[in-house]
């Protein structure tokens, strides 16, 4: 299907640099385009964030964040702090990349690196992002994946991917596979996807088959967490050290009943909840070779019967309460 503009809405025209629509189209978001035709067709009067904001839809950090990109790529310039002026814009040469090897063995920037000799990241310019585009199949390709599964990349985001795939030196089917993986969680930040990236590269998991084990092991986990806060009835998520305890009780096998039932102990005895108290729980009940809420309550109940016994060979009805706890909860 053809398209053509309908020339009766003209009236007053702005112009925009042709390098807009050359280099750009692909790699400036939405927000970006919209702020800097508000840029342009406002050229020769002075413009604050919030008015551009304001008459664009676009919240104020992400006004100045477009006007910085722009900026990067030598359509904006600043003419002051607080206004943003056109400027010409020469078409743009090809990028020259920094290898992160040293000179005398340098490494391609359009080919992942076997062993990475630097894991600094680089923050490229939209510029240099579109020369890597056009001359590497590969990351052009994991930019059209990504897309897909995160929807606009932004320029932040570009910069990961580049230094996911180019300085840790994984493939892009990993890469792609650890993106699908967090949005299955929710959580596709470029801090968090960076922070599980750099974990596969210092273990090695570099191939199709041992991303896919990884993500198999890490949404086990997931799913575990959150039964367990639903099991504990938390509102907020786990500290660094309660996720320790709870991956050590998922390794372990524990009964998801036997775990809730430990819970209800440890509120019934100090009324809050305590993860380092539950755990005390858990292993002596493990010790005591009792796996599930049965058992535990099969234990109460001899324990039970075993105290009336006494009590009544001896003619009294007092018994040891310190020592049940410790039978039950081993504390």
């Known amino acids: 299907m053809d398209f053509k503009a309908n020339c009766g809405v003209w009236g007053t025209m702005f112009g925009v640099p042709c390098i807009v629509a050359d280099n750009f189209l692909k790699l400036a978001t939405g927000e970006q385009i919209k702020v800097l035709l508000y840029i342009l067709r406002s050229s020769g009067k002075s413009v604050s964030t919030e008015e551009i904001s304001m008459n664009t839809g676009v919240p104020p950090q992400q006004v100045d964040e477009a006007v910085l990109f722009w900026q990067q790529v030598n359509v904006l310039m600043p003419d002051s702090?607080?206004?943003p002026n056109l400027m010409t814009a020469a078409p743009s040469q090809p990028a020259v990349i920094q290898s992160p090897a040293s000179p005398s063995a340098p490494v391609s920037p359009l080919q992942p690196a076997a062993q990475p000799v630097q894991r600094?990241?680089?923050?490229?310019?939209?510029?240099?992002?579109s020369d890597l585009l056009k001359t590497s199949p590969d990351v052009s390709e994991l930019f059209k994946v990504s897309e897909s599964a995160l929807g606009s990349l932004n320029h932040t985001m570009q910069n990961s991917l580049i230094w996911m795939y180019n300085y840790l030196g994984l493939k892009k089917e990993v890469?792609?596979?650890?993106?699908?993986?967090?949005?299955?969680?929710?959580?596709?930040?470029?801090?968090?996807?960076e922070k599980i990236a750099w974990s596969w590269s210092e273990k090695d998991i570099n191939t199709l088959e041992n991303a896919q084990e990884e993500v198999e092991r890490m949404s086990g986990s997931h799913n575990y967490i959150e039964t367990i806060m639903?099991?504990?009835?938390?509102k907020r998520k786990p500290t660094t050290k309660q996720l320790e305890l709870i991956e050590q009780w998922r390794v372990a096998g524990y009964d998801d009943e036997l775990i809730r039932y430990a819970y209800e102990k440890t509120i019934e005895n100090i009324d809050?909840?305590?993860f380092?108290?539950?755990?005390?729980?858990?292993?002596?009940?493990?010790?005591?070779?009792?796996?599930?809420?049965?058992?535990?309550?099969?234990?109460?109940?001899?324990?039970?019967?075993?105290?009336?016994?006494?009590?009544?060979?001896?003619?009294?009805?007092?018994?040891?309460?310190?020592?049940?706890?410790?039978?039950?909860?081993?504390?």
């Open 81 to 83: 702090p607080a206004f």
């Open 120 to 129: 600094q990241k680089q923050n490229l310019t939209p510029t240099e992002i």
């Open 230 to 234: 639903k099991l504990f009835e938390m």
């Open 272 to 274: 809050k909840l305590n």
């Open 175 to 193: 890469i792609i596979t650890l993106l699908f993986y967090c949005v299955s969680i929710e959580k596709t930040n470029a801090a968090y996807i």
């Open 276 to 331: 380092d108290y539950i755990n005390k729980i858990l292993l002596s009940w493990k010790e005591s070779g009792f796996t599930t809420v049965r058992d535990v309550n099969k234990a109460e109940d001899e324990f039970q019967r075993n105290k009336k016994k006494s009590a009544a060979s001896s003619g009294s009805d007092d018994f040891d309460v310190e020592k049940y706890k410790i039978l039950i909860n081993n504390i």
